[in-house]
């Protein structure tokens, strides 16, 4: 993605537009910003944005277009400022696991129920007041499974505390990444 100047995830028309020249070109039918911050380039050369999950965090979470589904690891929990005894870690009773992009099955334990909106954390305060976030709509909730995965755990000189997914990102109409190259 750093070779262009905009990265455009339009998941209401179904498009991905790459911008080579203009930063910030008009986005169709789209009025509203809810959230913005800036990506930060992690060692293995992954983005990285700073989260906030129900007004907790930051958390340093990998940007993974890729992955359906946003994960966190037990930094990111102590980000939040809770541990598996909070009450809202849950255990999760079923076994379940992940498979990653590795084939490397894991069993994941614990999970974080995310109830009203996420946030992207913005460089300027002024900014990050007029950005409501992505809100959940009533009655909706969004499960965060907890593992140690073993790309987060090659990443811990880099404070990472999970991966954002498809499943957070495909609530908004329209993701926009820029100033990549």
Not at 5 to 34: A, Q
Not at 94 to 105: T, V
Not at 109 to 114: I, K, M
């Amino acid at each position: 993605l750093d070779q262009f100047f905009c990265v455009d995830f339009d998941f209401v028309n179904n498009e991905l537009r790459l911008e080579k020249t203009d930063p910030s070109p008009l986005i169709p039918n789209v009025n509203d910003v809810v959230a913005q911050g800036p990506l930060s380039m992690t060692n293995l050369r992954i983005y990285s944005a700073d989260i906030t999950l129900d007004g907790r965090g930051p958390v340093k979470l990998l940007v993974d277009t890729g992955a359906a589904s946003s994960f966190l690891n037990w930094k990111g929990v102590s980000d939040m400022r809770l541990s598996s005894s909070s009450p809202q870690i849950e255990p999760i009773h079923d076994q379940i696991g992940a498979m990653g992009a590795d084939n490397m099955a894991l069993r994941l334990t614990h999970r974080f129920t995310l109830k009203r909106r996420w946030n992207l954390v913005a460089e300027n305060n002024a900014v990050g007041d007029w950005c409501p976030g992505i809100g959940l709509s009533e009655n909706v909730q969004n499960d965060i499974d907890i593992s140690d995965l073993p790309v987060l755990e090659a990443l811990k000189g880099d404070s990472v505390g999970g991966i954002l997914g498809a499943d957070l990102l495909m609530m908004c109409d329209v993701v926009r990444f820029t100033g990549l190259n």
